[in-house]
């Protein structure tokens, strides 16, 4: 079986027999936090709480996360959304992620949202995933990745670390601190090197007042030094971190 068929059952539960027996326990889950965590520290009214799923879905099936069309989508206030989006990453069901600024300092630029699982985005969706926002999976499971574990250890270890995306044209999809240095990384289904390397080092111009800055792609192709601050990993090599 290929790298990417084995991904695409992964990220898309392709078992029919199970897949929507998964939706509805995950569902279910979100119904909770939504009916329980939320409604217990939230100063909300009925209407803006009963709205909560459907601006999930909207985040869930959207590359770009664009506040004032979700305000208008779902008839709610800029200030209204923002408390909901705010509880809904205190109680783990989103990430935020903001754009990188050289103090990641609260930029003008969107904020992107990723879902804590890859899971809950397919089972909101219900398996039905469009092609223009299927690589938000990859970036869902890699912002994961640095919330369970890189961060994890760089806070026991009281090492400095932040996650933030590049809002540049072609840039690379995140942009990784770590005390003092920076890690470019991109991820893709069916990435080819020479686009996953031209959007790294599109970042590095963006980067190249700093030292110490590493660049990852994960792709289709076999690992391989690209250059000597650049790695190529397959993407099947991220499912085992």
Request: hydrophobic content about 40%.
């Amino acid at each position: 079986m290929s790298t990417q068929k084995e991904i695409n059952k992964y990220v898309k539960e392709k078992d029919e027999n199970n897949a929507n027996l998964i939706f509805e326990f995950i569902e279910g889950m979100v119904d909770k936090i939504i009916t329980k965590d939320i409604l217990s520290i939230a100063k909300l009214k009925a209407e803006p709480i009963s709205k909560i799923k459907d601006i999930l879905f909207l985040l869930a099936n959207s590359e770009i996360t664009d506040l004032q069309k979700i305000c208008s989508t779902v008839k709610l206030d800029y200030k209204t959304l923002r408390k909901i989006l705010d509880y809904l990453v205190l109680t783990g069901l989103l990430y935020e992620i903001r754009s990188f600024s050289g103090k990641f300092s609260k930029t003008r630029k969107p904020i992107k949202f990723l879902f804590s699982s890859p899971s809950i985005r397919n089972a909101l969706l219900k398996g039905v995933i469009g092609s223009e926002v299927r690589g938000r999976f990859l970036e869902d499971y890699f912002a994961l990745i640095y919330f369970k574990d890189i961060k994890k250890l760089t806070d026991s270890k009281k090492i400095f670390s932040q996650i933030a995306y590049d809002s540049s044209e072609q840039g690379a999809d995140f942009i990784l601190t770590i005390d003092k240095e920076y890690i470019a990384v991109e991820i893709g289904f069916n990435k080819k090197v020479q686009d996953g390397l031209r959007q790294i080092k599109n970042t590095f111009s963006r980067l190249k007042k700093k030292s110490n800055i590493k660049g990852i792609i994960f792709g289709e192709d076999e690992l391989k030094i690209l250059e000597d601050n650049i790695i190529h990993i397959p993407l099947k090599f991220l499912f085992l971190m």
